[in-house]
Nanobody, 121 residues
């Protein structure tokens, strides 16, 4: 079993910053992709940013230039630095990881429990 534990959400003012962290633990052989998704009330969950084990990253257009995803592979941890926050960034943010639990095994998707980010204007 694999667990993803998020931290760092909260309340920020527009223009402010927050940093999210997500640590993976459990039966992990390797982690392929790690990323952040978000879901605002009444909207579908959307990709915010993702990072491969090789360091390639991709971002939603709405956060490019403001958010930065990074990983510490030794700690199985992914971070999301969020700067210049906007009220439209208000959502529950979910950590996601593609995890291989054994050698040559399949990659399974795991999700964190979500952390609330609220940006006030």
């Amino acid at each position: 079993q694999v667990q993803l534990v998020e931290s760092g959400g909260g309340l920020a003012q527009a223009g402010g910053s927050l940093r999210l962290s997500c640590a993976a633990s459990g039966s992990i052989f390797s982690i392929n992709r790690m990323g952040w998704y978000r879901q605002a009330p009444g909207k579908q969950r959307e990709l915010v940013a993702a990072s491969t084990s090789g360091g390639r990253t991709n971002y939603a257009d709405s956060v490019k230039g403001r958010f930065t995803i990074s990983r510490d592979n030794a700690k199985n941890t992914v971070y999301l630095q969020m700067n210049s926050l906007e009220p439209e960034d208000t959502a529950v943010y979910y950590c996601n990881a593609g995890v291989r639990t054994r050698v040559a095994g399949e990659i399974y998707d795991y999700w964190g429990q979500g952390t609330q980010v609220t940006v006030s204007s």
